[in-house]
């Protein structure tokens, strides 16, 4: 340690400076906490660069380029501009693919959603054996997607299937029906499969939106005079809509990416039927090795996520502005 004298201030008060000649300066304590949050969400950082930023990045040079099995492993293949998405835009089977997924979205968020909100309703009732129905509600959501596929498969194929002997039985047919094999029908198997899928989440969510209504909200409808289905409209509906609109958005992300329930029911057939744009550019990525139409077609899945995600973001955080305005 070395001693300073500094020029004094005054003739008697000389000012004596000490100096830490070997030892570094400390960090400051709000530098370390900076530095400290850094190293915590490295890890997450990571995983996010690796998991997702990669694989797209990767997907949408893809699509820019023309891929084969010989290129595929070098990173680097020839320059095919806007080659890919022409094909997708000429080729009916990429069209009818993206008109199915639309169509099968649409529908399945309909029917899942009509379906969650009576059986949320239903459960919000007192009655023996309401404990067991809602667990009963979750089965689904026990089995992975391609499990399912299979299942569903066993249930409508036109020999033995459990669909058509029921149908039989019943007398409303009286020869199988070809579920699976007739192209205007198989769209149909694999929305019922989806419906059954996606119910459980619709139901969970709003199910538990209703518990957060106000019990006197409700009695005070009730002292008004409000049949049950104003009350349902005017009073109910209007409290749990952001819960509503953020669970209609989570469910189109979920059903617009389906491909396992599909590959294992019907593989996309009969002659194309149940394409949607995951089986399709799966086929023409791993099928048919045309790996930059494939990675084409899935773009357009990523325009969809795109624009859903800031929805999604725009909604939430919406829906936490009316409920603080609401606590104040």
Known sequence: MTTETASPTSETEPIVRTVDAGRPRRMS????????????????????????ALPIVYNVMLSFEHTSPATISDFTAPWAGLANYRFIYHDPTSREAIVHTLVFTVGSLAAQFLIGFSLALLFSLRFPGRTVGRSLVIVPWLLPLIVTGVIF???????????????????????????????????WTI?????WLGV???????YSALQDVPAEVREAAIIDGASPWQRLRLVIVPI????????????FVFTVKVFDLVIGLTGG???NATQLITTWSYNLSFQVFSFG?????????????????????????????RSSGGAR
């Open 200 to 206: 459980p989440f619709f139901t969970l969510l709003l």
């Open 191 to 195: 929305l019922v499969a989806n419906i």
């Open 293 to 321: 139409e494939g990675a084409a077609l899935n773009n357009v899945l990523l325009v969809m996520a795109l624009v859903a995600a800031p929805l999604y973001l725009w909604l939430s955080r919406d829906s936490l502005r």
């Open 29 to 52: 304590s709000w530098r370390r906490q900076q530095l400290a949050g850094w190293l915590f969400l490295a890890p997450a950082i990571a995983y996010v660069l690796f998991a997702f």
């Open 269 to 271: 057939g009969p002659a």
């Open 240 to 251: 749990i809509l952001p819960v509503i609109e953020v669970t209609l958005l989570l469910g």
């Open 153 to 187: 498969r066993f249930m409508f194929q036109a020999e033995g299937g459990a669909i058509n002997q029921v149908l039989i039985d019943v007398g409303i047919i009286h020869h199988p029906t070809q579920w699976l094999n007739d192209p205007s029908l198989a769209m």
